[in-house]
């Protein structure tokens, strides 16, 4: 699907398709914005190319899974990232890939499924008088789009807090198996969200010069942009680390556990060792045991063996048993 807004000269606004193209091209003072919605690759390639958007911005725009980028053109400056059709309780989510290409007097929008922020500026474009500044209205479309990742991310919090309590009170193995899930995607997370901080902070670094001949003050807004995937990519690595530590703080209580056990067994052992080794001697069935011909032997056996059992006392005594 293509769809365009155009905003003339004069100021009058029209919404429509390829055919506000021609219109466009053909007023000097008139701004323009086309969306593509899941377009052909070669049908899009052409559009792209007709527009002078370069060829290697075109292949990486059109590349499966192309990590998010910017990279600034002659004439135009490409904004590659990723936007969410899904993001779950459980923290799996469905992405998709959104191409931004602002030139002077034009922005142009590539996506392959609707995309809420998109869609949402798209409303809101003509209202704000936005189409008169391309780059300006790329940063606000991407800055909506990192905002829903923020909101999905908090909304995870209180899940969080909720396994924190749980493994202090009552720690068990699912708990570790959702903690280890847990941190398994957030990792995946991290990873995107280290990109978009990065390419916000390319393109605050190095504002394309076009950009500031815009109406709108640009620089505050790639800035808010910057400091909204700053704290997107904090937020998501603090989780990671808490995640971490729950799973380490378990793995510690069980082994600690496991050495309380162990610890038992032992003393057990030193125990009952000693009295089936003497049950074992005596009750040998040879003829020629000298012990079996002493008068008092049984009970010389009998207390051996309470002498060896009164171990159990002396580990008591310093502590070992608790």
């Not at 003339?8 to 323009?32: C, H, K, M, P, V």
């Not at 609707?114 to 189409?131: C, E, I, K, R």
Request: glycine fraction near 6%.
């Amino acid at each position: 699907m293509i769809r365009t807004q155009l905003i003339t000269a004069t100021g009058e606004y029209f919404q429509g398709a390829e055919e506000l193209i021609e219109r466009w091209q053909n007023d000097s003072g008139s701004y323009l914005w086309i969306d593509l919605e899941n377009e052909a690759p070669a049908k899009e390639s052409a559009l792209l190319e007709s527009m002078d958007c370069h060829p290697l911005a075109i292949e990486d725009v059109q590349r499966f899974r192309h990590p998010p980028k910017t990279e600034d053109f002659d004439d135009h400056t490409l904004i590659l990232y990723r936007g969410i059709t899904q993001f779950n309780p459980d923290l799996t989510i469905e992405q998709m890939s959104i191409a931004l290409f602002a030139k002077e007097r034009c922005l142009i929008s590539c996506h392959p499924q609707p995309s809420t922020g998109v869609n949402y500026w798209w409303n809101h474009a003509a209202q704000s008088d936005m189409l008169r500044s391309p780059g300006l209205l790329a940063s606000r479309i991407m800055l909506f789009s990192v905002g829903r990742y923020l909101d999905a991310i908090l909304e995870f919090e209180p899940s969080l807090n909720d396994l924190e309590d749980g493994m202090q009170e009552r720690p068990n193995d699912d708990m570790l198996r959702e903690l280890i899930a847990y941190q398994s995607r957030l990792r995946k997370l991290k990873r995107i969200f280290n990109y978009h901080e990065r390419l916000a902070y390319n393109l605050l670094k190095d504002i394309p010069a076009r950009w500031h001949a815009e109406d709108g003050d640009i620089e505050h807004a790639l800035q808010d942009l910057f400091e909204r995937c700053e704290r997107l990519h904090g937020l998501c690595a603090m989780y990671y680390d808490i995640c971490g530590d729950l799973i380490n703080g378990y793995l510690s209580i069980a082994s600690h556990r496991l050495n309380d056990t162990m610890r038992i067994l032992t003393v057990i052992t030193a125990i009952f060792v000693p009295l089936t080794f003497i049950a074992g001697i005596y009750g040998m069935n040879f003829v020629n045991m000298p012990e079996l011909q002493w008068q008092y032997g049984y009970f010389y056996a009998w207390g051996f063996m309470l002498f060896t059992a009164s171990i159990f006392g002396w580990f008591a005594w310093k502590k070992w048993l608790q």
